[in-house]
């Protein structure tokens, strides 16, 4: 009788221990919810941080060209020389200078370019690096633009004041519904500089202080 009662007893311990070793597993049905949740998020995260990047690189953009264009502004009166702006437009747009201590003169002042063998021979500074990322939309109307040590600012051979409009473009077509986009106004006589910000409410340009 003793022994049929031990019997009985190791066998509940063990079904009571087979029991709790199965309870900590997952059954089909609860991983098949936990995968369709974690895609679910991701589904909805994913878009979010793609679009903060894009706003994120828009912003640093338009902020390293107003740097740049500060710096070869002063830099040029600075060394009595003449700095060049280089942009290469587009959705994988390239910007870079170079600064010189060979001067325009003040009757011809856009006739010394990047090409002269006077601005080439004494070059104090040649940054071949981007100062732009490349992952969003920069249009230049001007791919060369002169930075004079008298103060005044042109494109090389149009001398044409200096435009630029830093944006994001969606198949083609620039996006200004839901991403921010800038334009910089470079002034001939004095390169004073001008920003504005897209407007979404009258979708037009804010002047921006």
Known sequence: MRSNCWRLGALSRIKNIAGRSQQKGFSL???LIVVAIIGATSAFVYPQISSWKIKRNI???YRATLSAISYLKTRSRTVNGTGILTCKSGTAAVLTYQLSLQRNNDDAPFAVGPSHPDFVSNLVQNDGNSMVT????????????????SGSAAGFGSAEALEIEINYKRNEVVDYVNFPAYKIYVGKATAFVQKYRWDKLTSGWRTLD
């Open 59 to 61: 912003e640093q953009d």
């Open 29 to 31: 049905l609860e991983l």
């Open 134 to 149: 490349g992952k969003v939309n920069i249009q230049c109307n001007n791919a060369e633009t002169i930075f004079n040590a």
